[in-house]
């Protein structure tokens, strides 16, 4: 079975652009998360998706969004890049909403 | 807001070593994780603990839940260069329809050989 895959896996932008990164969930898995790590602030929740409804969000501001499609797949979007948005994405997903979540690779975002 | 403190941040070894790391929390955990990520990958679960005083054993990593269920430990014995990466404690919680993770912001270990 193939794992979750994200794309692209490095992006380079400048501040005041939007990018847009995607997750593509291990087959048949329905949830999707999102988590920013930062070597100062570590691994943040930042939103969760199930059967295309957000499920949850964590304490980011609204430039950061997302959404899921019927497949499952999921992206997100950063509106009005800053220099602090530099960051790996990580995305998650699993079978439903609770049990263990399985982590793509990340997407390395860098803002110039 | 639940804080996970994780100590040491970095931790450096010669091969065949043990070590142990620490994972403590302001508030009492849902369910407890260990991840492991390597460099460019995502993290991957180890163990997830739940009841207090609980041991576990996956080959060379042992892991214990503190009886108060605040704290826990992840020993190896005998490191091994594969060994090396960033080990993330969790808390995982679940409710109403939702489920999130709470990271610890890890311990680098570097295990040479």
């Known amino acids: 079975k193939a794992g979750v895959t994200q794309t692209p896996r490095y992006l380079i932008k400048t501040r005041g652009q939007q990018v847009t990164l995607s997750c593509s969930p291990i087959s048949g898995h329905r949830s999707v998360s999102w988590y920013q790590q930062t070597p100062g602030q570590g691994l943040q929740f930042l939103f969760e998706?199930?059967?295309?409804?957000?499920?949850n969000k964590g304490n980011f501001p609204g430039r950061f969004s997302g959404r899921q499609f019927s497949n499952s797949r999921s992206e997100m979007n950063v509106s009005t890049l800053e220099l602090g948005d530099s960051a790996l994405y990580l995305c998650?997903?699993?079978?439903?909403?609770?049990?263990?979540?399985?982590f793509g690779p990340g997407t390395r975002l860098t803002v110039l | 807001t639940q804080l996970l403190e994780q100590s040491p941040q970095f931790l450096s070894i010669q091969e065949g070593e043990n070590l142990t790391v620490y994972c403590n929390s302001s508030?009492?955990?849902?369910?407890l994780q260990w991840y492991r990520q390597e460099p460019g990958e995502g993290p991957v679960l180890l163990v997830t603990v739940v009841t207090g005083g609980e041991v576990k054993k996956l080959k060379r990593l042992t892991f214990q839940f503190g009886d108060a269920r605040k704290d826990s430990s992840l020993h190896i014995t005998a490191a091994q260069p594969g060994d090396t990466g960033l080990y993330l404690c969790a808390d995982a919680y679940s409710g109403a329809g939702s489920y999130q993770l709470t990271f610890g912001k890890g311990t680098k270990l570097s295990v040479i050989p």
């Open positions: 998706y199930f059967s295309e409804t957000q499920r």
């Open positions: 508030s009492v955990f849902s369910s």
């Open positions: 998650a997903s699993s079978p439903g909403t609770s049990g263990s979540r399985f």
